[in-house]
């Protein structure tokens, strides 16, 4: 009887350790979450038209990349400081770029090789072509000090009416 409660202790015993190693395993093999917040170096922005969108809307999808295969940084809130360039000036379309959700808690999104990030800005899809930017210039989603980096625009790509709606990060498997 002592031998049977002997095996199934040392089998348990041996069953935790090899458990508790896939874990820890596991655990180094993903990306641990950063509370670094990306810089312009971190990322990769590209700015393309997004086809399908709700009713009465366009939408360009913003899409963050990590610049590199070891990047592990944050990227939280709402992309802030959006103006539309053309020809060199700055701003020359006059639109005004808010927050899709104000007051809404955004969810910080860990930046990696394998998990790239998102967000939208949106327009009214009735309104009449008021501006064709060829870049934008926008601050990083990371906080009220986020880097200012210039992105290309989608040639061609128009936009719409005065205002803009952007959304918060996310991750980019989650829309």
Known sequence: MMKT?????????AGGIAAGSLLLAGGTASAMPSDEPCGVSDVHITVTPEAAH???QEAYLITYTAAAPTTNCRLDGVPTGLSFVSGGQNNASDTTVTPDAPGAVPVPVNLTA?????SRILQ?????????PDALNLNLPTGPDGSSTTVAWPAGAPLKGTTARVTAVAPADAS
Do not use: K, N, S
């Open 124 to 132: 009214d899809a009735a309104a009449p072509v008021t501006f064709l």
């Open 5 to 13: 409660i002997q095996r199934a202790a040392t089998a348990t015993i």
């Open 114 to 118: 394998g998990h790239p990030a998102e």
């Open 54 to 56: 709700a009713a009465g």
